[in-house]
C-alpha cells in the first residue's frame, strides 16, 4: 500500500519549534518532490513549502519564510519541516504530498498537481 505518514505535530507555546517529519512506506520518496500544505479552522487549505525529489530546490511562502525549513533525507524515505519562531497563526492540519512534477520558478506546486497525501497533523500554537 502506497502511502504517507505525516507526523510530529503537538501543542507548542509562541515562539516554540516543532519539526514535522513525513515518511513513505510502499514506494520510494527519491522521484518525487514533497509539499507541505496546512489547513486552518474555516480557512482553505494552503501551499506552506516544497522541495525537489534531489533536495537542491526549496520554496517557502512569505509568512514561513526565515522560520520555516524544510530538508530531506531520502536514505530515510523521508521529508522534515522544521518550524521555528511558531506564531499563533501558525495553527493548523499540517499535511505532505508527493508529485512527480516540479514547477520552475518561485511559485510552489499547485496542489492539484500532488498525486499522494499524508492524513496531516494538527500544530496549535497557543500560550
Known amino acids: 500500500q502506497l502511502q504517507l505518514v505525516g507526523s510530529g505535530g503537538g501543542l507548542v507555546q509562541p515562539g516554540g519549534s516543532l519539526t514535522l517529519s513525513c515518511a513513505a512506506s510502499?514506494?520510494?520518496?527519491?522521484?518525487?518532490?514533497i509539499g507541505w500544505f496546512r489547513q486552518a479552522p474555516g480557512k482553505e487549505r494552503e501551499g506552506v513549502s516544497c522541495?525537489?525529489?534531489?533536495?537542491?530546490?526549496?520554496k517557502y511562502i512569505d509568512s514561513v519564510k526565515g522560520r520555516f525549513t524544510i530538508s530531506r533525507d531520502n536514505a530515510k524515505n523521508t521529508v522534515y519541516l522544521q518550524m521555528n519562531s511558531l506564531k499563533p497563526e501558525d495553527t493548523a492540519v499540517y499535511y505532505c504530498?508527493?508529485?512527480?512534477?516540479?514547477?520552475?520558478?518561485?511559485?510552489?506546486?499547485?496542489?492539484?498537481?500532488?498525486?499522494?497525501w499524508g492524513q496531516g497533523t494538527q500544530v496549535t500554537v497557543s500560550s
Open positions: 522541495i525537489s525529489s534531489s533536495g537542491g530546490s526549496t
Open positions: 510502499g514506494f520510494t520518496l527519491d522521484y518525487y518532490a
Open positions: 504530498a508527493a508529485t512527480v512534477l516540479w514547477v520552475v520558478g518561485g511559485i510552489l506546486i499547485p496542489e492539484s498537481k500532488y498525486r499522494y
